[in-house]
């Protein structure tokens, strides 16, 4: 869990998850325009829904959504608009952009090279 502050055994000691949080850095603006392109979601949709496709993994908070949200909005790749609710409440829903659909789509061809790299160093020899 990336958020948690909380400290892991490692050989001979602790470590934090400042590792965790410096590539979760990285990711966010991949995982977001993920979690987008299947349909508009609003924040805490996404909140709830990262959590649950990554297990627990990811536990974004407002803090981290809602900044990152408003740059892809800022960059043009989500759209921001307002939706009423049946109820009369209204929720700003994201929703991918063709710029932000062509982005996500190089940053996983990246991940995936950068992904199956790693795997084959991590991977003992044989």
Do not use: C
């Not at 869990?1 to 934090?16: N, R």
């Not at 949080?21 to 392109?37: I, P």
């Not at 790749?77 to 789509?105: D, M």
């Amino acid at each position: 869990m990336f958020d948690s502050g909380e400290k892991e055994e490692a050989e001979g000691g602790y470590f934090t998850m400042e590792y965790g949080k410096e590539l979760l850095k990285g990711s966010t603006d991949t995982l977001l325009l993920s979690l987008l392109r299947a349909q508009p979601m609003y924040g805490y949709q996404i909140i709830r829904e990262m959590d649950s496709r990554s297990r627990g993994y990811f536990k974004f908070r407002e803090g981290t959504l809602y900044p990152a949200l408003h740059r892809l909005e800022g960059s043009g790749l989500v759209s921001g608009s307002w939706r009423r609710l049946p109820s009369g409440k209204e929720r700003r829903y994201y929703e991918l952009t063709e710029k932000g659909r062509g982005l996500l789509e190089q940053k996983l061809a990246e991940w995936q090279g950068f992904s199956s790299a790693v795997n084959l160093i991590m991977q003992p020899a044989g």
